[in-house]
Structures are given as structure tokens and as C-alpha cells.
């Protein structure tokens, strides 16, 4: 009986339980499913193509708000290492955070800085609030607030 493995991959994908350098990971598992390695070698080549080579340039201005936020971000992290994303039913999320995420954008005149304008998000629920802005909006991780309010 031949299984495809394709499905497996695709579900690793979707929920998230690979993502970024854990592809290469999955290399180790070959000798483990013998039948999958063509499906993960497919899987880790069109990572790495898709993967950007090098990082944004960053301004001098933009590098120097970071470096002030720093400090107040590095605490707002630690403080909340967890996701804090809460979907329809009230449940929350599981998974580390990676990101932090502002609830109001700097261009709109939201602050780097301000534990209010915070909110540490896994990548995928990161990922989901920046491609989903109505639904984000509804649910508090985005606001609209006029530059100088």
C-alpha cells in the first residue's frame, strides 16, 4: 500500500510546526520515513528558494528607534513569553512568542516603546493579524490612530 506523504507535509505547513530553519530539520527525519524523503526534499528545496537572502537594509534612523526601544521591548518580551492571540472560542494560543507586534503602526504614531501599543504574538498568529486586517481589527491587534492624536 503506497502512502503519500504529501498530505503530511501540507498539514506540517499549514499549522505552522515547520517553519524557518526547522525545514532543514526535517532532513533527519529520512532514514526515519523513507517513503516521505522525496515529499520533505521537496518540501526544505522550496523553502530555501523561497527564503530572501539577505535582510532588509535598515535606515540609520529607523536602527537608532530600535535601539532606544530596546530596552522597554526586551522587558515587555520577557514578561510575556507566551502568545498572547486568543481565538473565537476564548482559547489561547500555545506557542511561544517570537514577535512583537504594534497594535497601532508607527506611521499611523504608534509607539515602539509602549507596553499599551505591544502585543507578543507567535510568527503564525503574527503573520495572520498583518494578512488579515479587518478580522485583527475586530478582534483589538489593530487600530487605526491619526498621526499627532
Not at 520577557?78 to 481565538?87: I, L, M, N, Y
Not at 506557542?95 to 499599551?116: C, K, N, Q, W
Not at 488579515?132 to 492624536?149: D, F, I, Q
Amino acid at each position: 500500500m503506497k502512502t503519500d506523504y504529501t498530505a503530511l507535509i501540507e498539514h506540517l505547513r499549514e499549522n505552522h510546526f515547520v517553519e524557518g530553519d526547522a525545514f532543514s530539520e526535517l532532513r533527519a527525519w529520512r532514514p526515519l520515513i523513507p517513503k516521505a524523503a522525496d515529499a520533505i526534499e521537496k518540501l526544505v528545496a522550496e523553502n530555501e528558494r523561497l527564503r530572501p537572502k539577505r535582510p532588509k537594509p535598515v535606515s540609520k534612523t529607523r536602527r537608532q528607534k530600535l535601539a532606544d526601544a530596546k530596552p522597554a521591548r526586551d522587558a515587555y518580551r520577557e514578561a510575556h513569553p507566551w502568545c498572547e492571540f486568543v481565538e473565537d472560542n476564548g482559547q489561547r494560543c500555545w506557542r511561544r512568542s517570537v514577535d512583537l507586534h504594534e497594535i497601532v503602526s508607527r506611521a499611523r504614531g504608534g509607539s515602539l516603546s509602549d507596553p499599551e501599543n505591544l502585543a507578543a504574538l507567535c510568527r503564525p498568529h503574527h503573520d495572520w493579524t498583518t494578512t488579515h486586517p479587518r478580522e485583527a481589527t475586530a478582534r483589538g491587534y489593530l487600530k487605526s490612530k491619526a498621526v499627532g492624536e
